[in-house]
């Protein structure tokens, strides 16, 4: 795809209304992989060199204002410093997070606002900021098929949290 077309669609859907409908539409003409039923907050960055690398499953909401980043490299083009970043179905990604390359957030995991993930967020784990770390079981996914309450519900306690143990 031509660079000034990518760039423009990228600008476009930063901040274009429509984060059920316009705003994934744009990111799949980008080239980012996006499943049904996914919402896209305002303000979200996606990679604008290697929007290929990104993708996302069905039933996710990207909450306002996050990042989701690809590569981590300045300079010349160097492939190897690439990664892809996957979300995988029924994700809930709060307001504020930064999602780092080589990454994959599993089915039905919610990532708490102002996280930054770093590394591979297990399949139905609630993932917060303030450990960096695990926090709950995740057995009702934070989708629109489910009240909050039922999500809040849902949670079970890891038995035990590795920021706990010395």
């Known amino acids: 795809m031509n660079r000034i077309v990518e760039t ?8 274009c209304p429509g984060g059920r409908t316009a705003r994934p539409q744009l990111q799949r003409w980008r080239g980012v992989r996006i499943g049904s039923n996914v919402w896209i907050g ?21 909450g306002i204002r996050t990042s989701i980043i690809t590569h981590m490299y300045s300079g010349p083009r160097r492939r190897s410093s690439n990664g892809s970043v996957v979300i995988e179905n029924n ?21 708490q606002a102002g996280t930054v993930v770093s590394r591979s967020v297990p399949a139905r784990t609630l ?15 934070l989708t629109t098929e489910h009240e909050y309450a039922a999500f809040l519900r849902g949670l079970r306690p890891l038995s035990s949290r590795p920021d706990r143990e010395l």
Do not use: K, Q
Request: include cysteine; charge should be negative; glycine fraction near 8%.
């Open 8 to 15: 423009s669609l990228s600008r476009l859907a930063y901040f």
């Open 42 to 62: 305002l303000y979200v960055y996606i990679d604008e060199l290697h929007p290929e690398e990104l993708s996302i499953g069905s039933n996710c909401t990207i």
């Open 91 to 111: 994700v809930f990604i709060g307001p504020h997070c930064v999602i780092l390359p080589n990454v994959r957030i599993g089915e039905g995991a919610v990532v």
């Open 127 to 141: 993932w917060c900021a303030a450990v960096a770390g695990p926090m709950a079981a995740v057995t009702v996914p």
